[in-house]
């Protein structure tokens, strides 16, 4: 395949470079599928992973065959940094799944939550008070990744000191309950920590 290729050029060039283009190709297959593994994504996992391990084959065998050279140990090393690097730039490109945001605020939220139902997303509220016993509203609702951007836009131009965190969520349930199953498992959750016999 190779042979009218210059031996010094083919050695220092053309293979390490060859080794760096699969590492960073089965890398980011992989980063995204263990990201996909962990959204629950089940089918789409295995898929990814049997290309993973096919151009790993192809980047291991090329080492293996040059094993005097070290330039080839750099350029799959190399490969293996910059795949991790592609592979989570990719995946925010794709943006797949869903995250919980928590809005916690002290102004009226409810223009904040006239934007989110018109948008179609279910909203809970539950009302509480800081650190200093002042009145507080926290907002949770579930939002596609890819909308991220547009949601939190939207919270800072409501209150631009509205605190609010993002979290990945690995299912979410087609229930039509508006959404207060939430404040339900927050309930249950803190119940982990309770002592018995209390």
């Known amino acids: 395949m190779f042979e009218f290729i210059n031996p010094t050029i083919l050695q220092w060039v ?6 760096c283009i699969a590492r960073i190709i089965d890398v980011s297959i992989g980063t995204i599928r263990i990201i996909y593994v962990s ?4 089918y789409l996992a295995p898929v990814l992973g049997f290309f993973e391990i096919i151009v790993w084959l192809v980047a ?5 065959k040059n094993l005097t050279h070290w330039i080839n140990y750099v350029a ?3 490969g293996f ?3 991790n690097f592609v592979g989570i730039l990719l995946e925010k490109k794709i943006s797949m ?8 605020t002290r102004k009226d939220p409810s223009q904040l939550i006239d934007y989110l139902k018109t948008e179609k997303y279910k909203v809970t509220i539950i009302e509480g008070k800081n650190a200093f016993d002042r009145e507080a509203h926290l907002l949770f609702t579930i939002v596609k990744r890819k909308k991220i951007k547009e949601v939190v836009s939207q919270i800072k131009e409501f209150n631009p000191k509205a605190f609010y965190s993002i979290e990945d969520v690995k299912y979410v349930s087609d229930a039509n309950n ?3 199953s939430f404040k339900n498992k927050l309930f249950d959750f803190r119940k982990l920590f309770q002592r018995k016999g209390k």
Do not use: D, H
């Open 14 to 19: 053309i293979i390490p470079l060859l080794i």
């Open 39 to 42: 959204k629950g994504f089940k």
């Open 60 to 64: 291991i065998t090329q080492v293996m």
């Open 76 to 78: 799959y090393a190399l």
């Open 81 to 83: 940094a910059l795949g």
């Open 97 to 104: 799944g869903n995250v919980i945001v928590r809005i916690i």
């Open 178 to 180: 508006s959404g207060y």
